[in-house]
């Protein structure tokens, strides 16, 4: 059994069992500005250039008129990582997204996403460039 530590807790899982945890950060005046920082962590079954285009097109294809606006790559706590930015359609208004893929331990994917109103993309760009300039590896991944 693996022990998982959690801010609420610690508890134990089989071995074989991989964290598909999402994280979801938003700042008190969230109702006002809507932004967020997501991570979420899956298994990697494929290369991570795969995984980004197989997201991307799921994610363009569940969001109304979502397009991709720019792709590179960039370094985020010592790990080149694949970057997209998405914007879509939604009721509240059009939406911005600026999204970190990489992989860190093998077979594991992390993507670290900043999101929020296409208005407020200044402060979703500079949100994700805080994140980034903070990011350290953690010891033993």
Request: contains cysteine; aromatic residues 8%; proline residues 4%.
């Amino acid at each position: 059994m693996s022990a998982i530590h959690t801010t609420e807790m610690v508890f134990s899982v089989p071995d074989d069992w991989f964290d598909g945890s999402v994280s979801v950060f938003e700042h008190d005046d969230f109702l006002d500005n809507g932004v967020v920082v997501i991570i979420r962590r899956a298994p990697l079954r494929e290369t991570v250039e795969a995984y980004v285009e197989r997201d991307v097109a799921e994610t363009r294809r569940s969001l109304p008129k979502c397009a991709v606006l720019a792709r590179g790559r960039q370094r985020i706590a010592g790990y080149d990582v694949a970057v997209v930015q998405l914007g879509w359609a939604s009721d509240e208004g059009d939406q911005f997204q600026v999204a970190a893929y990489g992989s860190i331990r093998p077979g594991r994917v992390f993507r670290l996403t900043a999101a929020g109103p296409m208005a407020n993309r200044a402060q979703v760009e500079a949100t994700f460039r805080q994140v980034v300039a903070s990011a350290q590896p953690v010891k033993g991944s």
